[in-house]
Structure formats: C-alpha cells, structure tokens
C-alpha cells in the first residue's frame, strides 16, 4: 500500500487559514487522495478526495501538486470546532483489495482562540 | 437516514468471555469495515468485506472473526476475549467502485476486557 507522511502535530490561531501537508511520493496512477479527521471521543469524519484537480467543498479545500506526490489540505478559517487529528490516506477505487483506508498517524491540529 | 449504527457503544467482558460488536448500515454500500483504535494510536484494520459473501482479513486480524450474510450487516465476533483486546472499536462503509465517495464511521463501541 502506498504511504503518506503528515507531520505529527500543528498549531493555528482561531479564524486564521491552516495548510495541512502531505507526502505520498509513491502514489499510483488510480490512487485517490483522502482526508478524514476525528475530533475527541469521535469516529473519522469525511472532508475530502480528489484525484487529479483541486477540490473545495463546504469544509475545506485540497491542492493537488502537478505531479500528485504531495497534496494539502486547507481550511480557510479554522474555528476551535476544528482541533482534531487530520488523516491523509490514499484509496485505489477499483483495486479490490486495495479499496481499503490504511490509517496513518495523521496531524494532531490544534487551534488557538 | 441512520447512516452506520454501531452496538452497543460501551461495553465490559471477563477474559475469555465471547461477544458480538454489531454494525449496521442503510446505504446500500457494498463495502465494510471493521478498525480498532488504541489509546494515542492511530485506526487499523481488523476485517473487511466488498460484499456479501465475502471477507478478507486487514492488517490485525488475530482473535476476531468476521462473516457478511447481508448487504447491510457486519458484525465482528471475539470468541474468546483477552486484555489486549481492549481497545475501541469502529466500523466503516463506503460504495465499492467509484471514487466519488468517502467512507461513513459509525461512532464506535468502547470495549474493556478484564
């Protein structure tokens, strides 16, 4: 399975822009880059995919570098809602076996008021 | 829309006792999981099934068995429970061949074996 590195934690004042990093330099033509976050006491959350294109949605928006070996995850303006741990995962689609989310470690997002 | 249920949300076994985590989902999806998630630790994953009839097993297995008679069911037995199976546990479903969609977590089952 293709890995992502995230750094281990981050810090951002509240209503600031945050850009959360991810590497994934052995990523597959069909691999998809996910990004879930689990808030305290929560399970994984959803924010966002994309493939080739950046993708926004009401959460967050992804940027996609040109050769798809890293990506980040931006939230426009981050709100102490949004301290959690952030997940970077790649997903193959149409590989079966290789439809599964392999978690990492992710990046432990604080925000400050 | 229920999205995916998880029972019971807590729970407390003897070791060597045997149980049944449920999972159920509503959205028509053909794929589920099963993740456990260790104090400080990121999610990995136990067992997982592309569709009824099928299962495969994830990257730590060991001590759980899994079976999919339905669309919407996938519930993860221990058949005979130890201490380092305490942990919380949580299933995920998603639709199999598209990458249009993420996955939906249930909201976990706090398991403590003692």
């Known amino acids: 399975d293709a890995k992502t590195t995230q750094p281990n934690s981050m810090e951002s004042n509240e209503e600031e822009p945050v850009h959360l990093p991810c590497n994934h330099s052995?990523?597959?033509?069909?691999?998809?880059i996910h990004w879930y976050r689990q808030l305290p006491s929560q399970g994984p959350e959803y924010v966002i995919h994309?493939?080739?294109s950046n993708v926004n949605n009401r959460m967050a928006s992804l940027a996609i570098a040109e050769d798809r070996k890293s990506s980040t995850l931006i939230l426009h303006r981050a709100t102490l809602r949004d301290a959690a741990v952030y997940y970077c995962?790649?997903?193959?689609?149409?590989?079966?076996?290789?439809?599964?989310?392999?978690f990492g470690t992710g990046t432990l997002l604080a925000v400050q008021p | 829309n229920a999205g995916v249920t998880q029972t019971p949300k807590f729970q407390v076994l003897k070791t060597g006792q045997s149980m049944t985590l449920q999972c159920a989902q509503d959205?028509?999806?053909?794929?589920m999981s099963w993740y456990r998630q260790d104090p400080g630790m990121g999610l990995r994953l136990i067992h997982y099934s592309v569709g009824a009839g099928i299962t495969d097993q994830g990257e730590v297995p060991n001590g759980y068995n899994v079976s999919r008679s339905t669309t919407e069911d996938f519930p993860l037995r221990l058949l005979s429970a130890a201490p380092s199976q305490t942990s919380v546990y949580f299933c995920?479903?998603?639709?199999?061949?598209?990458?249009?969609?993420?996955?939906?977590f249930g909201s976990g089952t706090r398991l403590t074996v003692v």
């Open positions: 994309g493939l080739t």
């Open positions: 959205m028509n999806h053909e794929y």
């Open positions: 995920a479903s998603s639709y199999v061949r598209t990458g249009n969609y993420g996955y939906t």
């Open positions: 995962i790649l997903r193959d689609p149409y590989g079966g076996a290789t439809n599964k989310l392999i």
């Open positions: 052995t990523i597959s033509g069909t691999d998809y």
